[in-house]
């Protein structure tokens, strides 16, 4: 028979030295359903997962699977009972195999019952409803890009019988067509009856996706109901708790003063056509494109983290040596995509991370001041509302969102000549978003110069004075401040005509 609940959660609370992550919550997702979880940075709702898994233990409440109240002791006692999760933070072993990873920890092949050519089947299909069909089974996972990484994840999770299938932020990483294959087989799932557990800050995808609904605020349940019931205005609002102004801050005009200079640039082992471009004080350029036109690939260039390659570039008039030093001592800074990877010491309290990039500004002859440290985290603190119980917490111990957070301060500490954005409002909620729009508009005013690249073409076209649309490594667009240029932006991406 089928369960009314597939997986759900009873009166559960759980509290961190110093936070409260859940007081109370009830919670339930029903087989054949796709249940959006949504809240704010640091409202609870990984925490709610990590209980519903096994991988934490309620202060108090209950976990139910398939109508019956269970305690789990690991989470090997949920995945016995089909409740899967794809966490947030990615387990893809770099040094393995697609197919090592994809295949790791399932019962049969744990047991050796399963021949080699089995598995290889068994990966290769779990691949393919991934979209990622051609890959080679024997590829090195760590030489993936950080997309196919989680979409490997998500095939790992594929290959087991699920009743619970749990994704958190699975679309943080990925956009265009990857985000279309994640779309294609989560409703597929559902439609086989497996309930489905979605985390996103892309408010979008719950209208694409959702049936039903359930908001989090401050470790609370706010509500929870089908989908139809939620137009966006109420959704923000009941995340936030207050009214979100979701339009975009008018730029003030740039200054007459060129700051950088990029001449006939081809990234490091790209064959592209060369890219020029220039970027004056104060200027808030765009870079719009499909996943793969050479967005990120010319950022990093830029910041010194991949080499040169051809041509030149110049800050204020003075080339710049392609190293990562020398961009960071000429005031250029980039805050990238792949934030986990690059951007934290995990192990290090919040403050520290914070400050890492700026210990001059913090530091008396040589030595680190920790009252200095502890204003600046202060400050940031305030400026992106970085949810953390004090700067003494670790890295590791913040939300998702908020760890995002805490890369993006540290590198605007540095008070940047030319601010590099890679992707900035990843993973972050709604409410953090409209703060970071208005910080950038605001960095600009003051004249920093910067470059914004993201796959949220509002984003691109509400933040930016002109948008220079990237296709196949090459600029084929130069579009300035138009609110209406999304259409125009999108045939220049897919090389349609318009
Ligand atoms: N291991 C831990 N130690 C201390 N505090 C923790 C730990 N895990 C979570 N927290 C805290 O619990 C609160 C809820 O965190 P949680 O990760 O559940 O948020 P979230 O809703 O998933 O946010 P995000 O959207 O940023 O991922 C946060 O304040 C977080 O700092
Ligand atoms: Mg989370």
Redesign the pocket.
Known sequence: MVPAIALGAREVTKS????R?LAGVTFAVAPGRVHALL??????????I?ILTGDQTPDSGTVVVADEEVSFGSPRDALARGVTPVY?ELTVLPEMTVLDNVMMGHESARRGVLRLREQREHARRALERVDLGGLDLGTIAGDLSLANQQLIEIARALVRRSNVLIL??PSAVLSGDKLEALHSVVRSIAAEGTAVVY?T?LLDEVRLLADDVTV?RD?TLVSTGPAVDYPMERIVREMVGRQVDSVFPDPAPPRDEVVLTVSDLVPRGAEVAPVSLELRAGEIVGLAGLVGSGRSRLLKTLAGVRGRGEGTVAVEGRPLRPSLGATIDAGVVLVPEERKRDGLVLDLPVSQNCTLTALRSISTAGWVDGGREKAAFAEERERLGI???GGD?LA????????QKIVIAKWLRVSPRVLLLDEPTR?V?VGAKSEIYRIITELAANGMAILLASSELPEVIGLSHRVLVFKDGAVVGDIPRNPDAAEQIMHLALGTES
Do not use: C, M, W, Y
């Not at 590791?396 to 760890?403: A, F, I, M, T």
């Open positions: 961190f030295p110093g936070v992550a809240g704010e940075n640091g409202a609870g709702k990984s925490t709610l990590k947030q958190d932020e985390i800050h989090l470790g949810r953390a119980a917490q590791r111990q913040l939300s998702g969102g908020n760890q993973g909620d």
